[in-house]
């Protein structure tokens, strides 16, 4: 999709969300990326964390687009306004997005070079987006910030691909429960461990979706949805034909259950405390 201008303001203002919005929006800060307009402080690692998704846009898109749309559509930022935890937030291009529908984001990383690239970020989401930002952005192991964070002071929480790197994730998600409130949400977008790639291939031995939902239950926590999605890398399908096609394909295959669950690569849990 190409580049829309004020895409960004606009993303801030749009309502309902969805994927082609937020893909405006992320074009935008993909070619302030390109271009070097980004803070100084901020390019080196917003190239270097970036890099396979710039050379591979439509990975990139796909990464964060229906994320934001998904994270959006969980909390309704715009009418809820919530305080949300972003665990394990990269340099982050989520939390900065959600924090323009109305959220107020801490946004938690262990690396202090994605952190300080995320906090020089914050005045350019600001000003393109004509809105004053709530986003805190803390460089802590997500383990100590967590135990002496004040309990339920969250009102949800979410996490992309991080949650699989904390471990003991049963410690983590525990964790987790002290600190978002009674009724709060928490969405996890994660490996699918249970499929067969990432059983026989990458051979990872993180939480299954059964996991997830064995320790949710015995924390209490009810099981509001459950989605699949990425069945090959993005890589092999991003020509803009086959891209249509496959996805076309995909989004059939993650409604059969069993193919979904053993075929598909990453997972979306929600739950609610
Ligand atoms: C694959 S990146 C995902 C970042 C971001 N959520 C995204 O979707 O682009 C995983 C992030 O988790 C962070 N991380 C891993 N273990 C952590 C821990 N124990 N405490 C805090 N952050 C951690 C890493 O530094 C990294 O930035």
């Known amino acids: 999709m190409s580049k829309t201008p004020q895409a960004i303001s606009n993303f801030a203002v749009q309502s309902p969300l969805d994927v082609a919005t937020v893909e405006c929006?992320?074009?935008?800060?993909?070619?302030?990326?390109r271009d070097d307009q980004v803070p100084a402080t901020a390019v080196d690692q917003m190239h270097d964390y970036y890099d396979r998704y710039i050379t591979w846009q439509n990975h990139f898109l796909h990464h964060f687009a229906p994320f934001v749309r998904d994270v959006d559509?969980?909390?309704n930022p715009q009418s809820t306004q919530p305080h949300l935890l972003d665990l394990g937030c990269g340099v982050a291009t989520q939390a900065h997005l959600l924090a323009m529908r109305g959220a107020t984001i801490t946004g938690l990383d262990h690396n202090p070079q994605r952190v300080a690239a995320g906090q020089a970020m914050t005045s350019w989401f600001s000003e393109r987006s004509g809105k004053s930002l709530h986003v805190t952005l803390q460089a802590a192991d997500a383990f100590e910030m967590l135990a002496q964070q004040p309990a339920e002071s969250f009102d949800g929480c979410y996490t992309q691909f991080?949650?699989?790197?904390?471990?003991?994730?049963?410690e983590m998600l525990e964790l987790i429960h002290r600190v978002v409130r009674p009724g709060g949400r928490i969405l996890f977008r994660e490996f699918n461990a249970g499929s067969l790639y990432n059983r026989v291939i990458s051979r990872v031995d993180w939480l299954t979706d059964r996991d997830y939902q064995d320790i949710g239950k015995e924390l209490g926590w009810q099981c509001l949805a459950r989605d699949y999605c990425w069945f090959v890398p993005k890589q092999l399908t991003n020509p803009g034909q086959l891209r249509h096609w496959w996805g076309r394909f995909e989004a059939g295959l993650e409604r059969i259950s069993p193919v979904a669950r053993y075929g598909a690569a990453a997972m979306t849990l929600v739950f609610q405390r």
Do not use: Q, T
């Open 25 to 33: 929006a992320l074009n935008e800060l993909l070619a302030a990326v």
């Open 162 to 170: 991080a949650l699989a790197y904390m471990r003991p994730h049963r």
């Open 73 to 75: 559509r969980c909390f």
